[in-house]
């Protein structure tokens, strides 16, 4: 079945530390890759994708993914995390559907809790 | 200018009554969703609607009933609530429905509470 893992439910980091929060994914075909943002009380917003191309994309507020075809993975990554940053972050994956020509299925992480701390 | 809104943002009511969630988007996109997500922060898709045609529609009860007049709305009906549909549902939007590589726009989220 294919799927989306951010295996960590909670990160906790530093202010001013790089943080990584982490995606893995297992999909078949070539997929379209998402990561959201959620902060309390509030709808996701969307930071970044990677749909072909580079493999090291940028984002809003600072982030950036990096998509590892072989190691089937795409974590999002900041060089200096500040405490705003913290929210619940979502990596979300978008794949063939078989048979559907066009349309792809998303598939949704279960989320990860990003704290920052002064 | 808000690009995804939803009313009411709350909703408290009673067991077994009617509720309708109303959602529009002034992006001119032509998909939209609703999403319910649960007390642990879990997102699920429940429908999607491309150019006012139903295109997903996940295993909900059916007292779950969308309806959408035009491109810009997407309206959730409930009906006969149960305590289980206790949740933050979000309606989303994005253009170029579901084989496409752009990104979803989320409204602020409607926080249903049944008692």
């Known amino acids: 079945a294919q799927s989306v893992a951010q295996p960590e439910d909670q990160v906790n980091v530093a202010e001013g530390n790089p943080l990584t929060v982490k995606c893995t994914y297992s999909v078949s075909g070539n997929p379209y890759l998402f990561w959201y943002v959620q902060y309390p009380n509030r709808g996701l917003q969307f930071l970044l994708k990677?749909?072909?191309?580079d493999n090291l994309v940028k984002g809003s507020y600072g982030f950036e993914a990096e998509f590892n075809k072989s190691q089937t993975s795409f974590h999002l990554k900041k060089p200096s995390a500040l405490v705003s940053d913290s929210a619940l972050y979502f990596c979300?994956?978008?794949?063939?559907?078989?048979?559907?020509?066009?349309?792809?299925?998303?598939?949704w992480g279960l989320g990860t809790s990003l704290a920052v701390n002064p | 200018d808000t690009a995804v809104s939803q009313t009411p943002k709350y909703l408290v009511t009673q067991m077994g009554n009617d509720k309708s969630i109303k959602c529009e988007q002034n992006?001119?996109?032509?998909?939209m969703y609703w999403y319910k997500q649960d007390s642990k922060k879990f997102l699920k898709i429940m429908f999607s609607?491309?150019?006012?045609?139903?295109?997903i529609n996940e295993t909900v009860p059916n007292r779950f009933s969308p309806k959408s007049p035009d491109k810009a709305h997407l309206n959730l009906h409930i009906n006969s609530l149960e305590l289980g549909d206790s949740a933050v549902y979000f309606c989303?939007?994005?253009?170029?429905?579901?084989?496409?590589?752009?990104?979803?726009?989320f409204g602020d989220g409607t926080r249903l509470s049944i008692l």
């Open positions: 990677y749909i072909t191309g």
């Open positions: 989303a939007s994005s253009q170029d429905g579901w084989g496409s590589n752009q990104p979803q726009h």
């Open positions: 609607y491309n150019n006012k045609e139903l295109i």
């Open positions: 992006l001119g996109h032509d998909t």
């Open positions: 979300a994956v978008r794949v063939p559907r078989p048979g559907a020509g066009n349309n792809r299925k998303l598939i």
